[in-house]
Structure formats: C-alpha cells, structure tokens
C-alpha cells in the first residue's frame, strides 16, 4: 500500500479494509496491522467514519471538529438567515464524511442555535449567523 501511496500523488484516501484483503489476498489482522504501520509512519489517518486519508509531506489538513468546518460554510458560501443550508448528502461529499457523521455534526449546530431542524424531507435552513467565537 505504501508503495501505491507514493506512485500516485493525487490519493487522499487509502482503501477499504474490506478492498485491502480482496485486492491483496491477505487476512483482516494482516490489514489491520498495515493500517497501523502506515499510521505509526506518519503515512495515513483515520478518519471519522472508519476509512483512512493519505497524509503528505506538507499538505495542510483541516483537523478542527466537522461542525466547526460545517459552520464555515455559512460565511464561505455567503448564506444570510433564512437561507436554505446544503443537504446531509452534499456536506458528507464534501466532506468526504459519511451521512450519519454530517447529520451528528448538524444536530449539534441546531443545539447551538445555528441551525434550524430540518428533519426528513424538510430544508435546513440558517438560523443565526456564526459569531466569531462559534467560528474559532
């Protein structure tokens, strides 16, 4: 895997486990002990939702909690209160998070007041705009 990680500069996600033991023909703890080569290297990362992310040599990598990164949106995308928030499923590509992952994160913002519920089949929508603190 290692030597696949560096003969392809463009992957920023190492595959499945599940990939890692069809593709290589070998066991789960074979794989799962590579996960941990890699890590202890300073190769690759977990990262919420159980897949790993290739770590570069000078790659600046957002570590701050998903609601954190999901709040910037508001500012980034330039949206004023009332304004319909992107979908769960466009956050988690974006994100590259898993759905449940991004749904954790926008319940806690509606808790803080950020948000408001959006529920199923209901639009989210921005609540308050983020004051500095909520953005640091």
């Given at each position: ?12 996600e ?41 770590v ?76 500095r603190?909520?953005?640091?």
């Amino acid at each position: 895997m290692k030597k696949q990680i560096e003969n392809d500069p463009g992957m920023t996600e190492l595959p499945s486990l599940a990939e890692v033991v069809r593709d290589h023909n070998v066991s789960r703890g074979v794989a799962l002990r590579a996960f941990g080569v890699l890590r202890q290297e300073g190769v690759a990362e977990p990262v919420p939702g159980g897949r790993w992310r290739v770590v570069r040599p000078g790659a600046r990598v957002d570590r701050r909690p998903l609601e954190e990164r999901i709040v910037d949106i508001i500012t980034a995308d330039g949206l004023g209160v009332g304004e319909a928030f992107p979908s769960a499923s466009a956050l988690a590509e974006r994100f590259g998070v898993s759905r449940p992952t991004v749904t954790k994160a926008l319940e806690k913002l509606e808790t803080a007041g950020v948000l408001a519920g959006g529920g199923q089949g209901k639009v989210r929508t921005v609540r308050a705009a983020p004051t500095r603190e909520e953005r640091s």
